[in-house]
């Protein structure tokens, strides 16, 4: 029998395993009990040793017992063994140790027995515990795994679907803007195509990002800045932008970072009362960071949605785009606040690590 098919035969007597050191335990303590009573005679101490030992193996009992009715996998059972017989032998070599270096000392040792017994099985109820605890950290993160690939399973198809899609839209809208009269009435078509395909772009960077696949690196944020822009001002042409972004703006980012200021961006048109709505994008460099401040002038955001504005979670609908620029902020070791714009309207700031050296 291969190493293998051993350990899964042990696996599913595991809790049987524990029990044997439980009443093993028991023998030792009674033994020990026995003992002291003939060279000590009937007393309260004995008595309490052998009370301490006993209730030590009802903790392995207890240990036994809790492992009969999990719903741990085999395997996983005797991960919790191994934790306990590795509690029991650190306790118990550590005992050992210090008894032996007393007597090399030339001391003399009483109730060493006992004391390797408490350490031992008090070991085993840690070691136990502990694995327990490891045990279901494993199988989370085993289920958190499944669930990551099948997300980056199901996202690559939608974006691959989608993106195919897009790509099929504008070839045949450029064949229909040479053959039509009116190519006007195509260029929305065209636009939304473009957005489509360009969204897509992003879901990879998120994607990437919140898989654990991409990590920050320096990224030259003013780029990404002027391209978001620009785009804004195709979209909403009664809107002003006033941007003062320095050149070569570089922080710790992924490519992911143009959803950030997509929305930031997005949000501060589309929230606005104005007829005209006004836009104003600063950044400035700090000695280890990089603030990006987007302002408006729109009615801005009342005290109480302010406190709690960056504390909706993705999945549930509500501000979703400010729940993806903390998320993804989160991700590169940033922050994101909003404050009341003067003299009115709201200032979002974002904030970057500096990359080391720039």
């Known amino acids: 029998m291969d190493g293998t098919a051993l350990g899964r035969r042990l696996a599913g007597r595991a809790p049987s395993l524990i029990a044997i050191l439980g009443v093993a335990v028991v023998v030792v303590a009674i033994a020990h009990f026995l003992h002291d009573v003939r060279t000590l005679g009937f007393g309260l101490l004995p008595v309490a040793s ?22 741990f996998p085999v395997d996983d059972t005797w991960t919790v063994v191994r934790w306990c017989l ?32 408490v350490l031992c099985s008090g070991g085993g109820i840690g070691g136990g515990i502990a694995g327990i605890y490891y045990t279901r950290a494993t199988l989370a993160a085993r289920d958190a795994d499944k669930r990551r690939d099948a997300l980056v399973f199901l996202n690559s198809h939608l974006r691959h679907n989608v993106l195919n899609a897009a790509q099929v839209i504008q070839g045949y809208t450029s064949v229909l803007a040479d053959r039509t009269d009116e190519p006007e009435y195509l260029t929305p078509i065209e636009r939304r195509s473009d957005a489509i395909a360009s969204l897509i772009d992003d879901m990879k960077e998120l994607s990437d990002l919140f898989a654990g696949e991409r990590t920050p690196t320096p990224l030259d944020i003013s780029t990404v800045i002027l ?43 589309e929230h606005n009362d104005a007829s005209s709505p006004s836009v104003t994008i600063r950044a400035d460099r700090g000695p280890r960071t990089v603030s990006v401040r987007i302002a408006d002038d729109g009615p801005g955001i009342r005290d109480d949605v302010k406190a709690n504005l960056f504390d909706s979670a993705i999945e549930s609908g509500e501000g979703r785009g400010i729940a993806l620029v903390k998320t993804v902020m989160g991700h590169y070791g940033g ?24």
């Open 86 to 117: 590795g509690g029991m032998v650190g306790f118990g070599a550590l005992a050992a140790l210090t008894v032996g270096i007393r007597l090399a000392e030339g001391q003399t040792v009483e109730g060493a027995g006992l004391t390797l017994l």
């Open 50 to 71: 052998l009370a301490l030992c006993l209730t030590l193996s009802i903790g392995l009992f207890g240990l036994s017992y809790w492992l009969v009715d999990s719903d």
């Open 227 to 269: 391209r978001e822009v620009e785009s804004a001002r195709e979209t909403h042409e009664s809107a002003t932008f006033d941007v003062d972004v320095p050149p070569e703006l570089y922080v710790m980012a992924t490519g992911a970072v143009s959803a950030v200021f997509a929305n930031l961006i997005e949000n501060a048109v």
């Open 335 to 358: 922050d994101v606040s909003a404050y009341d714009n003067d003299p009115r309207g709201t200032e979002v700031v974002v904030e970057f690590r500096r990359p080391p050296g720039r």
